[in-house]
């Protein structure tokens, strides 16, 4: 038996069109981050993924609005949804609310690379991708990938940190090789998965 998952980051947020660190602050999707959650609901449309079983998502806005817009594209509005807190952004802590550069220049570029981009090293007060993981994949071993397991498909539509940590268990990454892995706001990742949780299948429906 095989499953379906299918993970997507959501729109451009106003937050990230402005370029501040947003963690668990819930800014709106900017008019771009709609249009990139339609195109990614277009790409699971043609390709024929509109027979979920049920949906997750986050507790924050911007992740919501994007599987409600995936939802209506595919003709599936019906369909279970479960909010959970457990698969949040990263919290950023004392960095929430800066702008990036500006950051860069208080504290130098190299440590905030460092924060957003080391595996195990937070930023002040807030997450690392270690500790992020730590919240999202007991969560995620518990509710989602056993029904996945089970031949089930299902959408979770989150963020670039929570999801992170998701493909990082299934593709059996280490913490250094899915720190870099950048993930495009509003693009359907698709695993196919069997029953032993092997992977058998990955596909990125990136529009053309
Ligand atoms: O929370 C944020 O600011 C971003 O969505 C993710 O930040 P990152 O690009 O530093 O991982």
């Known amino acids: 038996m095989v499953g379906t998952l299918v993970l997507t980051r959501h ?3 106003e937050w990230n069109k402005l370029n501040l660190f947003t963690g668990w602050k819930d800014p709106q999707l900017t008019e771009l981050g709609r249009e990139e959650a339609l ?3 277009q790409e699971l449309k043609k390709a024929g993924y509109t027979d979920f079983d049920e949906a997750f998502t986050s507790d924050l806005t911007r992740a919501q609005t994007t599987l409600g817009i995936q939802l209506k594209e595919i003709g599936q509005e019906g369909i279970p949804v479960t909010k959970k807190q457990a698969l949040n952004e990263r919290d950023y802590g004392e960095l929430t609310g800066l702008n990036k550069d500006d950051a860069r220049k208080k504290w130098g570029e190299e440590q905030v690379h460092i924060w957003r981009r080391s595996y195990d090293v937070p930023p002040p007060g807030g997450e690392s991708l270690e500790l992020t993981a730590k919240r999202v994949l007991p969560y995620f071993d518990e509710a989602i990938l ?3 397991l089970d031949g089930k498909k299902i959408l979770v539509t989150a963020h ?3 999801l992170r940590s998701i493909i990082m268990s299934l593709e059996k990454m280490t913490g250094e ?4 892995t950048e993930l495009a706001t509003g693009v359907p990742i698709v695993y196919k998965i ?3 949780g092997k ?3 990955k596909k990125i429906l990136e529009s053309q």
């Open 160 to 162: 670039g940190n929570s």
């Open 177 to 180: 090789e899915i720190v870099n």
């Open 11 to 13: 729109g451009q947020s």
């Open 39 to 41: 195109k990614g609901a």
């Open 146 to 148: 056993p029904k996945v």
């Open 194 to 196: 069997d029953s032993d």
């Open 199 to 201: 992977i058998v299948e």
